[in-house]
């Protein structure tokens, strides 16, 4: 698979696009050599991506061609860097109140 897609594909970076920019600007390395968005991946390889001011290492796990959102982090394995994103845990959100209970409040407060 392309390193572009592939970069796509693992949502290590949000679009193809940007992807192919990135390699054209010399800011991905595949095992230690920077790569152009056409080098091909394979698993067991060794991306150094740099974000910003950091780089981030990840090791290819699984290369498919499409992949959940979900499971789109198993298709790597970060080796350092914090700048990766990583699926973050949702917190649980309070219910909205319903419509009755807020009216409810307005009215004591109002006649409170």
């Known amino acids: 698979m392309r390193l572009d897609k592939y970069l796509k594909v693992s949502r290590i970076i949000k679009r193809r696009s940007v992807a192919s920019e990135v390699c054209g600007n010399g800011r991905v390395k595949l095992n230690g050599k920077v790569a152009r968005a056409s080098a091909e991946v394979k698993v067991g390889d060794i991306l150094e ?16 061609e499409t992949v ?6 198993e298709l790597y394995e970060v080796m350092d860097g914090e700048n990766l994103r990583q699926p973050a845990a949702s917190p649980a959100a309070a219910p909205e109140p ?6 409810d409040e307005w009215n004591n ?3 409170g």
């Open 109 to 111: 407060h109002i006649k």
């Open 68 to 73: 959940r959102k979900d499971d789109a982090a």
């Open 49 to 64: 991506i740099g974000f910003g001011s950091g780089v981030s290492r990840v090791r290819i796990v699984k290369v498919q």
């Open 98 to 103: 319903a419509q009755a209970e807020r009216r």
